[in-house]
């Protein structure tokens, strides 16, 4: 069974970085293509980023360009989300997902199989 687990989440001024994490539990981890997605209140859960390990390229949203990096520590089965210049509009839950297969479109939460509980992220202005 596979297990996703996001720490990192928290209180933030407007401009300040912060990095999330997700531990994923498995043994084949690093075939594993990885995805963050977020929730506002009121709001559809959205596409942040994504890392496409066959293809060894990571995807973001337009909001997340520039800003974000997705990264991945096969070694300690964890991806990370840093998140620089963080602004109000960025407060939502934030989730991890996961799937062994390639999405036909990674942008898309259903292609996703396993997901975590979700990290608060709040950024007062």
């Known amino acids: 069974q596979v297990q996703l687990v996001e720490s990192g989440g928290g209180l933030v001024q407007a401009g300040v970085s912060l990095t999330l994490s997700c531990v994923v539990s498995?043994?084949?981890?690093?075939?594993?293509?990885m995805a963050w997605f977020r929730q506002a209140p009121g709001k559809e859960r959205e596409f942040v980023a994504a890392f496409i390990w066959s293809a060894d390229s990571a995807y973001y949203a337009d909001s997340a360009k520039g800003r974000f990096t997705i990264s991945r520590d096969n070694a300690k089965n964890t991806v990370y989300l840093q998140m620089n210049s963080l602004k109000p509009e960025d407060t939502a839950v934030y989730y991890c997902?996961?799937?062994?297969?390639?999405?036909?479109?990674?942008?898309?939460?259903?292609?996703?199989?396993?997901w975590g509980q979700g990290t608060q992220v709040t950024v007062s202005s």
């Open positions: 997902a996961a799937d062994p297969r390639r999405p036909r479109y990674y942008n898309d939460y259903g292609a996703y199989h396993y």
């Open positions: 498995g043994r084949t981890f690093s075939s594993y293509n």
